[in-house]
């Protein structure tokens, strides 16, 4: 009956595909008509409804087409603050660095920093993020707004706090940062309200700020409010050793009981970085199916410790993947974080096998999905999934020869070999250009607040190295 006519048509080298049965394609086509995925396949099957019918079709030949990967744990306005806390230690690293810029932001600060972290995962593959922490300060509306311009698919948790401390009272949150239990709960509703579901692509999340910053009864209040209205929590957890000492003499508790306790386990929360759990604790993460964002850059470059994660997967927990934020890792490459995720555990437990390219894909996507509870709508390419798809450009000598696409994305590409971009069945990203934020304003933008919020602060206006910079 007739030709189909479809939106976008992509002709691949290799799709990995990330359905039930995670098949890669050779000479592999996509089909896609009004932002959903029509067809996959073989193109010499589709090319007859599809070949030369589309609004515009991708030459991906030379390319391993893919899902759109998904960040657990993004930190929007930590853009701006590469390079500004290395050598130091979670505490130390807040209190002396990230606290007092992100509590002397304005919002255009705010906002230049957010579009710059959206330029870069735009660039790097990124289509789907999941925000942890906006405060009132960094005018979260306009911010929002620009994810939502961007093209992105975005989760944007608020955080939610009623106290001031980080575990221990001398560990108090910078002024600047502080809000009341009213002021960020009201908040998070208000935005909830006004942006939830925005073109399928918004989504508003609570993001309880830390243990200490939250009083149990605001921790219950958000776990009853965020089941009411079926959206989700985030929140950083046994991070450091830190959180055991004061959760076990404060509660009696290891970190994932007391997340247990005050409702923030189950499939609607992300829990980030989880790194000093026990196997009971495990065990209770998989039995709730709360989900855990893994971000091994962070937890390596803070001296944080590394994350259990193959017993997690063992043991059935849905574990996804992060890059957590500027000055804590400091770029917002998944794919670059993929693979150090797979070293990382190679090294520590003297075994190559420990974390496979394979697995860490699926943390990369269809994992990330579920973390975000999108795994029905996003992180494989299916026919009826929405069409969140990159290509990664692999004539290039690092990627040659073209040996094994699932190693080669692990082990031996970057963001920068993203070369396509399509979110929603929108192009985004075309041959590395982005059409839907002007790259050279953001970067025009983004230093010019940068050295503002640094002379104000008195803190990053000197790079910290330790030879003479003439
Ligand atoms: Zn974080």
Known sequence: ??????????????????????????????????????????????????????????????HIVMPGLVDTHVHLVQGMLKACANYRRLIPWLKDRVWPLQGNMTE???????????????KTGTTT??????????????????????????????HVMDMTGYATEENALHEGLVESGDKSMGDTIRLY???????????????????????????REISAKAKEL????????????????????????????????????????????????TDGEIKLLAKTSTNISHNPSCNSKLGSGIARVPDMLKAGVNVALGCDGGPSNDNYDLIEEMKIAALLQGA???????????????????????????????????PGKKADIITINYWEPKLMPMNDPISH??????????????IDGKLIMKERRVLTLNESEVLKEVEKHARELFERTGICTQPEIKWPLI
Request: glycine share 10%; aromatic share 8%.
């Open 108 to 122: 255009d600060d705010a906002l230049a920093a957010s579009t710059l972290t959206m330029l870069e995962m735009i």
């Open 348 to 382: 520590s437990r003297l075994d190559p096998e420990a974390l496979r390219a394979e697995e860490v894909i699926e943390m990369a996507t269809i994992r990330g999905a579920k973390a975000l509870g999108l795994d029905s709508v996003i992180g494989s390419i299916e």
């Open 409 to 422: 994305i692990v082990y031996a590409a970057h963001g920068d070999d993203v070369s396509d971009v399509i």
């Open 230 to 277: 079926h959206t989700g929590i985030t929140m950083h957890l046994a991070e450091v050793k830190d959180d055991i000492t004061y959760l076990t003499e404060e509660f009696g508790m290891k970190p994932i009981e007391f997340a247990h306790y005050v409702g923030l386990t189950g499939p609607n929360v992300v829990l980030v970085h989880t790194i000093w759990i």
């Open 129 to 158: 993020f999941l925000e942890t922490g906006m405060v009132g300060r960094y005018g979260p509306d306009r911010i929002v707004e620009r994810a939502h311009k961007s093209g992105l698919r975005a989760a944007i948790a608020r």
């Open 1 to 62: 009956m007739g030709a189909t006519l479809s939106d976008i048509y992509v002709r691949g080298k290799f799709i990995i595909t990330m359905n039930k049965k995670r098949e890669i394609i050779k000479d592999g086509c996509v089909a896609i008509e009004n932002g959903i995925i029509k067809e996959v396949g073989k193109c010499f099957k589709l090319d007859k409804d599809y070949k030369g019918k589309a609004d515009y079709e991708i030459d991906a030949s030379k």
């Open 193 to 219: 309200n006004k942006y939830n579901g925005w073109d399928g692509r918004i989504f508003i999340w609570f993001g309880p700020r830390t243990p200490g910053a939250v009083s149990l009864e605001l921790f």
